[in-house]
């Protein structure tokens, strides 16, 4: 295989599978995540939506979402240059869905898209990354961007702090359970982005990747202390100050949930 062919679909499709592996390593119940959040878009908006899938890396939700819904429409937008060119491959020739390079946390991200409305947006694993106060900028964005009776979701880590005890009994069945899939030779972030930067028709947006955002193929050693948002209730709570209507949990884990909210 040389980087001067052009890659088939199952190239795409390859590296479509693997992220999924090394994403559902860290969240076993990630598939199940998605069901909840497509199921969601279809029960609020039908089975036609423009959908804006927001920090999508690979197109995890775009591919999902249009194998239930054919006759959505997606625009889906990220920051990083190696996943979004393995969803350009994924997709190419599908013209139901946009690709959209941008930062999200630039004031002026939502002049790069292709449509000033959408009926849905959602965004999965992904937010955490903001801080407090860029987080709540875009929830008021998400509200201007969504029309009316619109919906949004957000599938991420987000606690329940009521429970503690609960919580680090199901921590440790999971953490168990990672190292038992580890030594069965299951891949972390950085050995994928290891042997993601190995395929020749990814070398060079891994390249740009690791200059704009880091390199992550050596696991880190210490742990950044941000002023990030861990809670449901932060969410909901900041959804409903920035104009969404009516806003809930409706699927959690024990590190993670999925909040919807009505424009
Ligand atoms: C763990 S991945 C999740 C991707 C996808 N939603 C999924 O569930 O597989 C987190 C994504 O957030 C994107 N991201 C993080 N910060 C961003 C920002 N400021 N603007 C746009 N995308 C961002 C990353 O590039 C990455 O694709």
């Known amino acids: 295989m040389t980087a001067t062919s052009t890659p088939d679909r199952r190239h795409w499709q390859h590296w479509?599978?693997?992220w999924d592996r090394q994403q559902e390593w860290y969240m076993p119940d990630r598939e199940?995540?998605?069901?909840?959040?497509?199921?969601t878009v279809e029960a609020v908006t039908g089975r036609?939506?423009?959908?804006?899938?927001?920090a999508c890396g690979t197109g995890s939700i775009a591919y999902r979402l249009l194998r239930r819904l054919p006759d959505a429409e997606v625009t889906a937008i990220d920051i990083d240059p190696l996943l979004l060119t393995i969803a350009r491959g994924h997709f190419a020739g599908d013209e139901r869905v946009s690709l959209v390079e941008a930062d999200l946390t630039d004031t002026s991200w939502t002049e790069r898209l292709p449509h000033r409305s959408y009926d849905a947006v959602v965004t999965a694993t992904a937010l955490h990354w903001l801080d407090t106060e860029p987080l709540a900028r875009l929830y008021g964005d998400l509200a201007r961007l969504l029309r009316e009776g619109?919906?949004?979701?957000?599938?991420?880590?987000?606690?329940?702090?009521?429970?503690p005890r609960i919580n680090a009994a199901l921590l440790a069945l999971h953490t168990r359970r990672q190292h038992e899939a580890r030594e069965q030779g299951a891949a972390d972030w950085a050995g994928w982005w290891r042997e993601a930067a190995l395929?020749?028709?990814l070398s060079r947006a891994a390249g740009e990747r690791f200059a704009l955002l880091g390199d992550p193929r050596q696991p880190r050693t210490a742990v950044e202390r941000r002023d990030r948002p861990t809670t449901t209730r932060w969410?909901?709570?900041t959804l409903l100050a920035k104009g969404f209507s009516e806003a809930r949990q409706v699927w959690c884990s024990a590190s993670d949930a999925l909040v919807a909210a009505l424009r």
């Open 150 to 163: 619109g919906v949004f979701l957000n599938a991420d880590h987000m606690k329940d702090e009521s429970a």
């Open 48 to 54: 036609a939506p423009r959908v804006l899938d927001l």
């Open 16 to 18: 479509q599978d693997s």
């Open 199 to 201: 395929d020749p028709y």
């Open 235 to 237: 969410h909901i709570d």
């Open 32 to 39: 199940e995540r998605f069901r909840v959040m497509v199921d």
